[in-house]
């Protein structure tokens, strides 16, 4: 199940997520670097930290790879 996150750019959780898999931004500015989210009213950003820091728990940390 997918729900829009920024309405404007209909951009979903789903997308976020596959960004941060992907790329694996360490900020929220990163992470605004690599997609339009928050550029107009801001009200996003929250979720958007939010999904970005819940990606980022799930993924393996460089050391537990090596």
């Known amino acids: 199940m ?3 996150v920024y309405m404007y750019n209909a951009i979903s959780d789903k997308v976020i997520r596959h960004v941060v898999r992907q790329h694996q931004p360490q900020s929220l500015n990163q ?3 690599l997609m339009p989210i928050g550029s107009d009213c801001g ?3 929250r979720q958007a930290r ?3 820091e819940e990606e980022q728990a799930l993924l393996p940390q460089i050391s537990d790879v090596a």
């Open 31 to 33: 992470l605004r670097q």
């Open 2 to 4: 997918s729900y829009s």
């Open 50 to 52: 939010l999904i970005m």
């Open 43 to 45: 009200k996003c950003i």
